[in-house]
T-cell receptor
Framework: GAVVSQHPSRVICKSGTSVKIECRSLDFQATTMFWYRQFPKQSLMLMATSNEGSKATYEQGVEKDKFLINHASLTLSTLTVTSAHPEDSSFYIC????????????FGEGSWLTVV | SQELEQSPQSLIVQEGKNLTINCTSSKTLYGLYWYKQKYGEGLIFLMMLQKGGEEKSHEKITAKLDEKKQQSSLHITASQPSHAGTYLCGAENNNAGNMLTFGGGTRLMVKP
């Protein structure tokens, strides 16, 4: 069964609104989760590292004020796309691991965001 | 930064044929992951390799990491339509805690 779960799997929102995507680790605690973005027919690009109890670390070129990340508990990280625009439409996917380097990294099912 | 190059970018094979996908890194690999992805879905974990020369198999899929730890290959034996999808290799950054850099992916189609 799923080890990492995302919700919603698909969401459509209007331009200018905000939308929240959840990433949950099931059956294990994850102090760190990662958010990726994937455009059609392209590979995954790391957006940010979500750290439980502290600020997220963003990759170069990713706007932290636009993509708000909250990791309030050891099993939940949320990504909020604020003031969404059509160019934000994409497939967003998170990952989590039981521990540090060398442990299996599991990915969520992904979330399709369409901004109209 | 680490870069991963996958080849081929796409592949069409006849059912029953064997195939190999390669993943080459610009730096030493500390952890190399192979995933399979259906379009618009999450990543399915296949295998993880860490040691030079390591080889792992699951059903008809075998993955190897070369001795120098800069190249990995994924081999599928007697391919089936169920093997179709995009195969991604991901490299773990040394001591950076589970973040992955991905290759461009290899899209596999298996013709019945």
């Amino acid at each position: 069964g799923a080890v990492v779960s995302q919700h919603p799997s698909r969401v459509i929102c209007k331009s200018g609104t905000s939308v929240k995507i959840e990433c949950r680790s099931l059956d294990f605690q994850a102090t760190t989760m990662f958010w990726y973005r994937q455009f059609p027919k392209q590979s995954l690009m790391l957006m940010a590292t979500s750290n439980e109890g502290s600020k997220a670390t963003y990759e170069q070129g990713v706007e932290k004020d636009k993509f708000l990340i909250n990791h309030a508990s050891l099993t939940l990280s949320t990504l909020t796309v604020t003031s969404a625009h059509p160019e934000d439409s994409s497939f967003y996917i998170c990952s989590a691991s039981h521990g540090t380097v060398g442990n299996t990294i599991y990915f969520g099912e992904g979330s399709w965001l369409t901004v109209v | 930064s680490q870069e991963l190059e996958q080849s081929p970018q796409s592949l069409i094979v006849q059912e029953g044929k064997n195939l190999t996908i390669n993943c080459t890194s610009s730096k030493t690999l500390y952890g190399l992951y192979w995933y399979k992805q259906k379009y618009g879905e999450g990543l399915i974990f296949l295998m993880m390799l860490q040691k030079g020369g390591e080889e792992k198999s699951h059903e008809k899929i075998t993955a190897k990491l070369d001795e120098k730890k800069q190249q990995s290959s994924l081999h599928i034996t007697a391919s089936q339509p169920s093997h179709a999808g995009t195969y991604l290799c991901g490299a773990e950054n040394n001591n950076a805690g589970n973040m992955l850099t991905f290759g461009g992916g290899t899209r596999l189609m298996v013709k019945p």
